[in-house]
């Protein structure tokens, strides 16, 4: 069974468009992240949830908007897509804020 | 500024040499440290992790790797490397408990026979 799952895997769509990444974990994780790697592999947090309430929302472009339904699920909505956008992003999730993360296999965002 | 370093971009080993890979960071006092790795179009995998204690970890995979505060260094090490072991690994920290990993950019190793 997967433990952090992402969908879709891979995401090609146009600038200007609005598009959604799915997170969903069944390890009965408290806390729950959104990671971007940019194209020379560098990894930055963007957002942290726990039990459902934002704790990290760290200087992101506010056409990012994570959305949290229950503690199992963090979803990621980005309105008006750039090209900088572009990039692989990882869903995250641990037991609590200060314990090991365990990573989805990530979606890469391909911007036209 | 705060800051975790991996000085090597990308190393090359043969297949059952050893392997060090090196971090740094700068954080006041001792944070959370962790190794990741990541194989090509997968997820980041734990492979250990240190928050205190003996300084000499061992994790999954036949890695260990030594915490060393005088140097603020956690460099990741195995004594024979497998082909499979070809991979990005990340070093991350985190300041605290309750704050978030921040990671080194990462080193790509490459196994040759």
């Known amino acids: 069974d997967t433990a952090v799952s992402q969908t879709p895997k891979y995401l090609v769509t146009q600038m200007g468009n609005d598009k959604s990444i799915k997170c969903e974990q069944n390890l009965g994780h408290d806390t729950m992240y959104w990671y971007k790697q940019d194209s020379k592999k560098f990894l930055k947090i963007m957002f942290s949830?726990?039990?459902?309430?934002?704790?990290i929302n760290e200087t992101v472009p506010n056409r990012f908007s994570p959305k949290s339904p229950d503690k199992a699920h963090l979803n990621l909505h980005i309105n008006s897509l750039e090209l900088g956008d572009s990039a692989v992003y990882f869903c995250?999730?641990?037991?609590?804020?200060?314990?090991?993360?365990?990573f989805g296999d990530g979606t890469r965002l391909s911007i036209l | 500024a705060q800051s975790v370093t991996q000085p090597d971009i990308h190393i090359t080993v043969s297949e059952g040499a050893s392997l060090e890979l090196r971090c740094n960071y700068s954080y006041g006092a001792t944070p959370y440290l962790f190794w990741y790795v990541q194989s090509p179009g997968q997820g980041l995998q734990l492979l250990l992790k240190?928050?205190?204690?003996?300084?000499l970890v061992q994790g999954i995979k036949g890695f260990e790797a030594e915490f060393k505060r005088s140097q603020s260094s956690f460099n990741l090490r195995k004594p024979s490397v497998h082909w499979s072991d070809a991979a990005e690994y990340f070093c991350?920290?985190?300041?605290?408990?309750?704050?978030?990993?921040?990671f080194g950019k990462g080193t790509r190793l490459s196994v040759i026979a």
């Open positions: 949830y726990n039990n459902k309430e934002l704790i």
């Open positions: 240190y928050f205190s204690g003996d300084t």
């Open positions: 991350a920290v985190a300041p605290s408990g309750n704050t978030p990993l921040v």
């Open positions: 995250a999730s641990s037991p609590t804020r200060d314990q090991p993360q365990h």
